[in-house]
């Protein structure tokens, strides 16, 4: 008999807004618990009685100062950790194109800090990404294929064993 599986789930977005080959990322401050130091996308929870897109434009704007609309959003994957947080988390990942670098509320955030990255810098592997970005950034800056990744995450926030599936667009 199969054991059932009790933990809490979490659902948040993850969005990457571009501006050309231009990503802005926050670096994460290293007083946070989660991730400290790291290099993320933009997001956070998904509210009560939300669905993901909407809580992808509500996210950039508190964020970043950024009003978006739904036509400028792309949606890239899905991405599912399980283990050394304390609930799981099912993130959705999109791609946000804005036409301007200016950032509404400036750069520096309770989060940390907020700075645009070109992608061939992010690409290259020489930034301290938060593990699950560096599994699916390619298929987010090329949009060609739709991700979707399961992974446990071990004591150190580092991924230990990750399935990945893709699909053409």
């Known amino acids: 008999m199969m054991e059932k599986y009790t933990r ?4 948040s977005v993850t969005n990457f807004i571009h501006c050309g080959d231009d990503y802005l990322l926050l670096k994460r ?5 989660i991730d400290p130091g790291k290099v993320n996308g933009i997001g956070g929870r998904v509210e009560p009685g939300e669905d993901y897109l909407s809580a992808a434009i509500r996210e950039t704007k508190e964020e970043t100062g950024i009003k978006v609309d739904a036509s400028q959003i792309k949606f890239c994957g899905v991405v599912r950790l399980e283990g050394f947080y304390d609930e799981d988390w ?27 990255i070109n992608k061939d810098e992010v690409l290259n592997g020489e930034l301290d990404l938060v593990d699950d970005i560096q599994y699916c950034f390619e298929e987010i800056v090329n949009e060609n294929e739709l991700f979707f990744i399961s992974a446990q995450v071990g004591n150190d926030f580092k991924i230990t064993n990750l399935t990945k599936q893709t699909l053409k667009k």
Do not use: R, Y
């Open 8 to 11: 809490k789930v979490q659902t």
């Open 29 to 33: 401050g290293t007083h946070k618990k």
């Open 90 to 116: 099912v993130m959705c990942f999109f791609k946000i194109s804005v036409s301007s670098i200016k950032l509404p509320i400036g750069s520096k955030t309770e989060d940390g800090e907020l700075i645009w």
